[in-house]
């Protein structure tokens, strides 16, 4: 299928993506792919159904509007993330006793931002909905997904928990 905004949009790894990709300096890894609705139905089987015209739409104007405000929505995932660590790792990084090793000493959100460099990919959904993967140098099992709903960070995450 081609769409005027999105390109070519076909059958990929992880569901529907197209010819858009994202790029952002803050970033280590650019042109990382744009997923255009969900991978999986309710009972978990791969949706094989093209995004509908109006989907498509939809999901043009949500991730516009994600872009338009990058600055301000890079700066909310630097700031959850951040949070994110103080609540479920700083115990054990900032912890000789419990690491086995030297402090992080990640005292704020820009010490923690080398860690959430790794941009896996974007997911675009129904419902004003981006949902953004990272590689998380601290716990890459889990890594870290921020799931923004009409602009705000609704949800924050491992990957595929929000």
Partial sequence: MTHRYWGNVEADWAGFSS???FSNPFFDTQNVEVFLGDEYDEDGEEIEELPSENQLKEFAETYQNFIADIEKNIN????????RYLKLYAHFYENFEKSGEPALN???ADKHNDHIKEIMYLRVLDDKTIKVSI???LD?????EFKFVGGQIKDVGGIAET
């Fill in 19 to 21: 010819d858009i990709t």
């Fill in 76 to 83: 909310s995932i630097q700031d959850k993330a951040y949070e």
């Fill in 106 to 108: 990640i005292d704020n």
């Fill in 135 to 137: 590689r998380y140098k």
């Fill in 140 to 144: 890459s099992e889990h890594g870290l």
